[in-house]
């Protein structure tokens, strides 16, 4: 996988030039049953650079909206940016506090953040690349980051099946919220592939470890994302194949591929589904 070759593919196919991730819209999100919710906490002074970025940015509050104004969930959700806690990206359900109480939230620690907007930056650097800003590359790829632990939450509180690896799952849950919306678009899919891309190259040799993880290997996932967006319009995403991109082999499949991974999330989400200008309680299942 070539760094330049999947961003000139990718910024060409979504002439992104100028274009900056979505910030958050003046709307209320429906209330009366559960909800994500944003939280931005203290920071370590080394990342408090990337986390103000992403917090100025706007772009998770406009994706949990996004959520919030799709799909009911029984109970609020935090999602803590914060170095309260320096694990994750991760959905932690039911953590037994000292107090007794159980708690359910999402952790993004500002390390992550500032690894992500550190390595855009270096390889937008090297390569000598004007058409996209590292700190739009670094914003898009957390927005998918957070669909993807958003993913696991919905599967979590709404006890959605799921047949094969829950990872892969919830990343085509990422894919499937943000590549074809046009709030979002595929600069999110394409920004997380390269930061994947990029951070398996800080990894070395591949070990047992990685083969027995829960997660699929990072090169996987980076094919998988650009699958996903090729599949979603192949002739407008056509540049995204080829050396050093997607090989020809999997492209062929991934027009498919799409159409059965949005369709299962859009039939497993159905019943929590809301309606247009409806209170989240009356859209919400019985039982
Ligand atoms: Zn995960």
Not at 114 to 140: G, M, T
Not at 277 to 284: F, H, I, L, Q, R
């Amino acid at each position: 996988m070539s760094f330049r070759s999947l961003l000139a593919a990718g910024v060409a196919a979504v002439a992104l030039v100028g274009a900056a991730p979505a910030g958050a819209q003046d709307t209320t999100p429906a209330t009366g049953s559960g909800s994500f919710e944003i939280e931005f906490d203290t920071f370590k002074k080394k990342n408090r650079h990337a986390a103000g970025i992403l917090r100025r940015s706007g772009a998770m509050q406009a994706l949990v909206e996004e959520v919030n104004s799709r799909w009911a969930i029984p109970r609020d959700i935090p999602i803590v940016f914060g170095d309260e806690l320096e694990v994750g990206p991760a959905f932690i359900p039911e953590v037994k506090l000292p107090d007794g109480a159980e708690l359910t939230f999402i952790n993004v620690p500002g390390n992550f953040l500032r690894l992500q907007l550190q390595q855009f930056r270096r390889a937008i650097k090297r390569e000598r690349i004007r058409s996209l800003k590292p700190a739009d590359a670094f914003v898009y790829s957390t927005e998918f980051v957070l669909a993807h632990e958003i993913g696991h939450a919905l599967v979590h509180e709404l006890k959605l099946p799921v047949t094969g690896k829950e990872e892969d799952a919830v990343d085509g849950f990422a894919a499937f919220l943000l590549a074809d919306n046009e709030r979002f678009g595929p600069m999110t899919a394409i920004s997380a592939a390269m930061f994947f891309d990029l951070y398996s190259r800080l990894r070395g040799k591949l070990t047992d470890e990685d083969f027995a993880d829960e997660h699929s290997i990072l090169e996987q996932r980076v094919y998988n994302f650009l699958c996903w967006v090729y599949g979603s319009d192949p002739k407008r995403f056509k540049g995204l194949v080829g050396k050093d991109l997607l090989p020809r082999e999997r492209a062929v499949r991934c027009s498919n591929e799409w159409k059965q991974l949005t369709t299962s999330w859009e039939t497993l989400l159905k019943p929590y589904q809301k309606m247009p200008g409806t209170p989240a309680e009356s859209a919400a299942p019985a039982a």
